[in-house]
């Protein structure tokens, strides 16, 4: 784990001593509960975070924040909660004070307490789930989900209907990472800690996972497995694998242009770069 300094370093030993006896706490554990609220509380007003990407470019899991979800489940007992005429039964409440926090939540959008929505944040119908990171002016569309720890920068467009996956487990899994200025197009799945680079486009209905290829459409070349490079577009392809039975069409994602760092794709120039490739946002 990597240094933690000061107080948070004294909680994150904590965590981490109560991790190591989980299965002998009790659900409601007054003093083990206090520890794990206060590190849910730092999640959620966004002074910690489950993972971050370093200036090198690396990504670092904080495991201890890990671990203080899962034990958080472990003490909460399931509750009855009403919310105007919803009734939800769940171990979490949700978020709240949308306003002071300078977030737009439009109405059938939720997201759990643990969860950390920057300022200007837009939320249609959608879910954003404990432990996630979503960066300013960052807008989530509907029908949208943003699972357990993922991280989201800022500026960032999720289209309708796009999927971005979570893990909490094991602790040390690195989640999905959608750096700042990137564009996920509409029913996208970013899942099992991919990731996709700064000021990024990755064209409707993609699937990205560490398992699929992510390939350069002038060379040919692989460059990554589930990892989407900085400033480029890139859609979702197939390629020819021959097997026993035949041949079969596996998935992958293409790069067909690379931008210049900083630019930024107009709705109409966007969707005219992709339909001439046979793909949209």
């Not at 671990?67 to 939800?88: C, D, H, N, S, W």
């Not at 750096?179 to 029913?187: P, T």
Request: charged fraction near 20%; charge should be negative.
């Amino acid at each position: 784990m990597p240094e933690t300094p000061g107080n948070l370093g004294a909680l994150a030993a904590a965590i981490e001593d109560l991790y190591a006896r989980i299965d002998q706490l009790a659900v409601g554990d007054p003093d083990a509960s206090a520890v794990v609220d206060a590190a849910i509380d730092l999640l959620d007003r966004g002074e910690v975070r489950v993972a971050e990407v370093t200036e090198p470019g690396e990504v670092i899991v904080h495991e201890w924040l890990k671990k203080a979800i899962l034990l958080l489940f472990k003490l909460r007992a399931v509750e009855t909660m009403q919310v105007g005429p919803f009734e939800y039964a769940d171990r979490l409440p949700l978020k709240r004070n949308f306003a002071a926090a300078g977030v737009r939540v439009v109405p059938g959008a939720s997201a759990r307490w643990g969860s950390y929505l920057a300022p200007g944040v837009v939320l249609m119908p959608s879910y954003v789930n404990i432990g996630a990171y979503v960066g300013e002016q960052t807008m989530v569309d509907t029908w949208a989900t943003v699972a357990s720890c993922a991280q989201i920068g800022a500026r960032v467009h999720l289209s309708g209907g796009v999927g971005i996956g979570g893990v909490l487990e094991p602790p040390n899994a690195v989640p999905v990472v959608v750096e700042a200025d990137a564009f996920i197009g509409s029913r996208c799945m970013v899942t099992g800690g991919a990731r996709v680079g700064r000021g990024a486009v990755l064209g409707a209905g993609s699937f990205l996972d560490p398992s699929i290829p992510v390939i350069d459409a002038e060379t040919g070349e692989e460059l990554s497995r589930g990892v989407v490079p900085p400033w480029c577009v890139a859609v979702r392809a197939s390629r020819r694998r021959r097997y026993p039975g035949g041949d079969f069409y596996l998935p992958c994602v293409l790069v067909i242009k690379r931008l210049t760092e900083g630019e930024r794709h107009d709705k109409a120039a966007l969707n005219e770069l992709l339909r001439a490739h046979g793909a949209s946002t």
